[in-house]
């Protein structure tokens, strides 16, 4: 079993993660509010680069492969800050699932093995939607 060693910037980096994602729900749900947007696009990136390091971060955004999301995920942040919101957003959107695509199968799994949530994604219907994406690469 690979053990992940959790010392203090990685947690850190996780709660300016989920922080992130919590701005920009907020920032949706008040109408595309530009400002929660920013803010949690901003802690977002910081807690993943707090989480698996800056050089890994550069990596992972800097790969060609990842280039097209990288590139959708900066142009939608550039048109936030500018007060294009919505637009910004469908920008960010494409590039989050380009970019961390690669991440579904693990997510899968994991769901999977949730007790009471998990009955529900073991079904043969909803497990064959996982295991079409399953095997695919791992961005990281």
Request: glycine share 12%.
């Given at each position: 079993?690979?053990s992940?060693e959790?010392?203090?910037q ?5 709660g300016?993660?989920?922080?992130g994602?919590f ?5 949706i749900?008040?109408f595309f509010d ?6 949690g696009?901003?802690?977002?990136i ?20 990842n280039?097209?999301?990288?590139i ?5 942040f550039?048109l936030?800050v500018?007060?294009w ?9 494409y590039g ?20 009471v949530l998990g009955w ?17 690469r791992v961005?990281?």
């Amino acid at each position: 079993m690979v053990s992940f060693e959790m010392n203090d910037q990685k947690k850190i980096g996780l709660g300016l993660t989920a922080f992130g994602i919590f701005f920009s729900f907020l920032g949706i749900i008040f109408f595309f509010d530009k400002g929660l947007l920013a803010m949690g696009n901003i802690l977002f990136i910081s807690g993943v680069t707090l989480t698996i390091g800056l050089k890994s971060t550069m990596q992972f955004f800097m790969k060609r492969q990842n280039f097209k999301g990288t590139i959708s995920f900066g142009v939608g942040f550039f048109l936030i800050v500018i007060g294009w919101p919505i637009f910004g957003m469908i920008l960010e959107s494409y590039g989050f699932i380009v970019l961390f695509s690669g991440f579904w199968p693990t997510l899968a799994v994991f769901v999977q093995r949730i007790p009471v949530l998990g009955w529900i994604f073991r079904q043969p219907y909803i497990r064959s939607l996982f295991d079409r994406y399953r095997g695919k690469r791992v961005p990281v």
